[in-house]
């Protein structure tokens, strides 16, 4: 992979979360990992710094990662992948090792003490600097009937882009 400064980024990042699908891997060398993908988030800038916020519900395996690690990476692969990208998003990694039923590869990379899908066209590397709870009283009551009737909420996690890398 190599690395880009953020402002090449030319994709249609609603496009491209929307409809292409994004695996998030949170997680590090210490405390393990586990990815899922997620088609809700954005990125921008915040507090005078490049930032993606991604939203993980409560339920999900990734959750436990992503609150006992600042790592964080957000990566994209083409629709090759399609196959790869419903396991991770359909299954837990509780339950199996998601990459082995996918075939994709795990990459650590080390400076970063982080995950990543191999096979990715490009990731955002990123550091967690903040979370909060979506607050469920405060949703509209269509939010509420679509999205959680079951109660199992999001937390979204705002996190700084420490690096954008390319698939050579």
């Not at 496009?15 to 590090?28: M, R, V």
């Not at 991604?54 to 990734?62: A, E, I």
């Not at 990543?116 to 979370?131: I, Q, T």
Request: aromatic share 16%.
């Amino acid at each position: 992979m190599l690395k880009k400064k953020i402002t090449d980024y030319n994709k249609n990042f609603f496009d491209e979360i929307k409809n292409s699908y994004a695996i998030l891997t949170a997680g590090d060398k210490n405390v393990g990992f586990n990815s899922m993908t997620v088609s809700w988030g954005g990125i921008g800038v915040l507090w005078g710094m490049d930032v993606a916020y991604v939203f993980v519900r409560h339920s999900r395996y990734t959750y436990k990662f992503i609150n006992e690690s600042d790592s964080v990476t957000l990566a994209f692969l083409n629709d090759n992948y399609k196959e790869a990208k419903a396991i991770f998003g359909s299954k837990s990694g509780k339950d199996i090792n998601k990459y082995e039923a996918s075939g994709l590869h795990p990459t650590f990379d080390p400076d970063y003490n982080g995950y990543y899908p191999m096979e990715a066209d490009y990731v955002f590397k990123m550091k967690k600097l903040y979370s909060i709870d979506i607050p469920y009283d405060n949703l509209p009551s269509d939010i509420k009937d679509k999205f959680y009737k079951n109660g199992d909420m999001h937390t979204m996690y705002v996190c700084e882009i420490k690096q954008f890398l390319v698939k050579e």
